[in-house]
Each structure stands twice: as C-alpha cells, then as structure tokens.
C-alpha cells in the first residue's frame, strides 16, 4: 500500500522557520522524483521545489528561492522541506508528491500557517 505521509506543519510567527517531512512507504522510493506543492486559500496548487531521485538535482520556484530547500534520505525514505524566514503569503496546505514514469503518488498534506 502506497502511503506518503507529511509532518512538520504547524502555526509559525513571520521570520520563523520549519522543517516538513514526508514518510513514504509502499513503493521504491530512491527510483522516485519527489516534489512539495503548496496550495493557499482560494488559489491553485503551486509547485515548490522538486529533487531527482538520487537527490543530485534540485528545482526551486522563484518565490522561495533561497528561503526553502528540498532534501531527501533515501536511506530513510523520506523527503524534507527546510523553510526559513517564512511570510504570510507562505500560509498554505503543502504536499508532497513522488513520480516515476506513469506512477504519481500524493500525500494529504499539512497546513503551515504563518501569523502573528
């Protein structure tokens, strides 16, 4: 049973930070892409960053440049979203997602709220 399970999220001040986890099990997880998506209050899912499956290449949107990055365990199965100096505007559900050839898989996500 494929499961990708986030964790991390929670109620952060302006200028904090967070570290989200996404636990996946079920499928071959070091032969997976893995990506966070992020999806605010009345507005469309947003691709956050993406790491290859071995974890040499990462892909960052602009709006998070040098504020978030993308890492992954292979070894633990799980991929990680470090995010410093966070801002409202960065108030949203984010998921993870794992994609290989035809296989995407999605988690429930977990809300980070940025608010003082």
């Known amino acids: 049973q494929v499961q990708l399970v986030e964790s991390g999220g929670g109620l952060v001040q302006p200028g904090g930070s967070l570290r989200l986890s996404c636990a996946a099990s079920g499928f071959t997880f070091s032969r997976y892409a893995m990506s966070w998506y992020r999806q605010a209050p009345g507005k469309e899912r947003e691709l956050v960053a993406v790491?290859?499956?071995?974890?040499?290449?990462?892909i960052h949107t602009d709006s998070v440049k040098g504020r978030f990055t993308i890492s992954r365990d292979n070894a633990k199965n799980t991929v990680y979203l470090h995010i410093n100096n966070l801002k409202p505007e960065d108030t949203a559900v984010y998921s993870c997602?794992?994609?290989?050839?035809?296989?995407?898989?999605w988690g429930q996500g977990t809300q980070v709220t940025v608010s003082s």
């Open positions: 790491i290859t499956s071995a974890g040499l290449s990462t």
């Open positions: 997602n794992a994609r290989f050839f035809y296989n995407n898989y």
